[in-house]
């Protein structure tokens, strides 16, 4: 099955510096990489995702690059706010792979202000 | 709408001690899942549904049954609970599979002493 690997699990920045998190996946047919908050305490909430189909999307001040050939995505996160303060998960799916999204470990960032 | 619904918000079990953790959502998605989420460890999927009456396993589905007999509703049933299923339990659904975003309930934090 899809193996996700994920780094750091936590990272420090300072205010205003950029943050980027990164992931690696193991089943070349994935083809669906969202991206998903989760602040303290509350649900995780899909902040930005890709298709294989292009190779980076933004969103105001957040981004995500997708490598296929080596298999790898990450998420960039530009002039980072306290609120950036959260973990963030990575995942992966395929329609080929019995519907099942397989996440990351987890990546805790911290916005020092 | 209320979303994705869970009950109960928090629960111990002693060992060997059954339940049911309550899932529901009014958003008429046809697929809903289970996740546990360990420290370290991402949203691991337990069981999931692509409609009434389909269910299937995902990458942790040993000592948990399901079952969907609504669109609404998908209870996740710990058979005997052991130390080891102590974890944060959401539940998700989504409309568009595979690409949709997953809307989380808010979570059930299980101790199993």
């Known amino acids: 099955g899809e193996n996700v690997e994920q780094h750091p699990s936590t990272l420090s920045v300072q205010e205003g510096d950029s943050a980027v998190i990164k992931c690696t996946y193991s089943?070349?047919?994935?083809?669906?990489f969202p991206w998903y908050k989760q602040e303290l305490g509350k649900r995780p909430q899909l902040i930005i995702d890709?298709?294989?189909?292009?190779g980076e999307k933004k969103d105001q001040r957040i981004a995500v690059t997708l490598n296929k050939t080596a298999k790898h995505f990450s998420l960039h996160i530009t002039e980072t706010q306290p609120e950036d303060s959260a973990v963030y998960f990575c995942a992966a799916s395929n329609n080929n792979a019995g519907n099942m999204l397989t996440f990351g470990g987890g990546t805790r960032l911290m916005v020092k202000p | 709408n209320a979303g994705v619904t869970q009950t109960p918000k928090f629960q111990v079990l002693k060992t060997g001690q059954s339940m049911t953790l309550q899932c529901a959502q009014d958003?008429?998605?046809?697929?809903m899942s289970w996740y546990r989420q360990d420290p370290g460890m991402g949203l691991r999927l337990i069981h999931y549904?692509?409609?009434?009456?389909?269910?299937d396993q995902g990458e942790v589905p040993n000592g948990y049954n399901v079952s969907r007999s609504t669109t609404e509703d998908f209870p996740l049933r710990l058979l005997s609970a052991a130390p080891s299923q102590t974890s944060v339990y959401f539940c998700?659904?989504?409309?568009?599979?595979?690409?949709?975003?997953?809307?989380f309930g808010p979570g059930t934090r299980l101790t199993v002493t």
């Open positions: 998700a659904s989504t409309r568009d599979y595979p690409y949709g975003e997953q809307y």
């Open positions: 890709i298709r294989s189909n292009v």
């Open positions: 958003m008429n998605h046809e697929y």
């Open positions: 089943d070349s047919a994935s083809n669906y």
């Open positions: 549904s692509v409609g009434a009456g389909i269910t």
